[in-house]
């Protein structure tokens, strides 16, 4: 049953959700950090950071360690403040062509829990596995913890603002309503968002954007885009469409698109591509086989692998001359599991943008880590806006 109670008087003025973030965003980036090395980051005076950290103590988002001084003592004004990483985590549930992975993220993107479950086909089978799975998930594996919110991820054109799945053509899916469903069934603040814009927002909070706020980031799985952040925020388009290449012309291919085109850049490189490639060539049966193969030195396996990279560098060569970000970072099973073929797509590059290029800074967690990374951007955002979802929900 629904409870709903009065909210306790804001500790700080109401309409500063910048001040509570920016003492928040600098705990998450710099901390352990005193609060006067916080004024001095942020540029806010020392009694806002005292206001704004008192209420995100209060609301178990930081807190005191303790120093080589020993334990923090209250009044002392040099107790640095940290990220507290014990209380809340994000959930989610990166929905993808074989499998479903619901995780559990800290307040620092770390990964807590994850658990895999084989996919479905249509959605609403999907949404009923959810709706029936995630519970027990979170018995097992929430360990008392609380639940921010919970992030749906999939790849393809998502409209995070409505809450829709818009396309995802490698599902087959089109117009889901996904925020509406997962909400009715999960009863969490549900956070919508496509995996390449997820994995951008944990860049620029947790991974090598955070310093600059200035990337691209490009996903090569079954589906292929791109997620654009200037000054630390995302480009979303119109309905959530930007960032959508899948059909950039590769030069050479000649692979056939459900599009009516010859040589798209994602029925090119696809994670089914290039699995299929592997087959046709009797390398290995799937991805995963060739990705082993190429790791153990297979000549025939590594040339794939090293085909696909090149045909992906003429996208990175042409995202880096359009929007020249600080850095475009790589999310893509080969150079996941085989980072020194980041060379392979480089010297395809001019030398400025081949510098600029880095693979993912989760690594083989990256599904984990998207799933809870809407839910994560959002408390970085606001995280103030927490108390008042709380005491409403
Ligand atoms: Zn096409």
Redesign the pocket.
């Known amino acids: 049953m629904l409870t709903l109670v009065a909210p306790p008087p804001p500790l700080s003025a109401p309409g500063q959700p910048d001040g509570a973030a920016a003492v928040l965003r600098a705990a998450l980036t710099r901390g352990p950090l005193a609060r006067s090395a916080i004024s001095k980051v942020t540029g806010l005076s020392p009694a806002a950071v005292s206001r704004h950290a008192a209420d995100l103590l209060a609301m178990g988002l930081v807190y005191e360690p303790d120093t080589p001084d020993g334990p923090p003592r209250p009044g002392r004004p040099r107790i640095p403040l940290d990220v507290d990483t014990s209380r809340h985590v994000a959930a989610g549930v990166h929905i993808a062509i074989p499998q479903l992975t619901y995780s559990l993220t800290d307040l620092r993107g770390r990964v807590v829990a994850m658990e895999q479950a084989p996919r479905r086909e249509r959605p609403e089978q999907v949404l009923a596995d959810i709706a029936e799975q995630l519970p027990r998930f979170l018995a097992r594996r929430g360990r008392g913890r609380s639940v921010l919110g919970f992030g749906a991820v999939t790849g393809g054109w998502v409209d995070p603002e409505a809450g829709v799945l818009v396309e995802n053509a490698a599902l087959g899916w089109s117009d889901v309503p996904l925020r509406d469903r997962l909400q009715r069934a999960t009863r969490l603040p549900i956070h919508v968002e496509s995996h390449a814009r997820a994995l951008a927002r944990a860049e620029l909070l947790f991974g090598v954007a955070a310093e600059h706020g200035e990337l691209v980031h490009l996903f090569v799985g079954n589906v292929v885009d791109a997620a654009i952040a200037a000054g630390g925020t995302l480009l979303r388009g119109r309905q959530g469409g930007a960032g959508g290449i ?2 950039l012309p590769v030069p050479g291919s000649t692979v056939r ?5 010859t040589g ?1 850049l ?2 090119t490189v696809s994670d089914r591509a290039l699995g299929d490639a592997a087959r046709a060539a009797g390398v290995a049966a799937d991805l995963a086989g060739l990705v082993r193969a190429a790791a153990a030195g297979d000549a025939r396996a590594l040339e794939l692998c090293r085909g696909r990279l090149r045909a992906v560098a003429h996208a990175v060569g042409l995202l880096v001359d359009m929007i020249s970000p600080e850095t475009l970072v790589l999310t893509e099973a080969v150079t996941m599991y085989l980072p020194e073929l980041l060379g392979e797509l480089r010297a395809e590059l001019a030398a400025g943008a081949a510098a600029r290029v880095h693979a993912s800074s989760f690594g083989p967690h990256a599904l984990a880590v998207a799933a809870g990374a809407p839910v994560l951007a959002a408390v970085h955002h606001d995280p103030l806006a927490l108390r008042t979802a709380r005491t409403a929900g």
């Open positions: 899948a059909h698109c459900p599009c009516g085109r798209c994602q029925v």
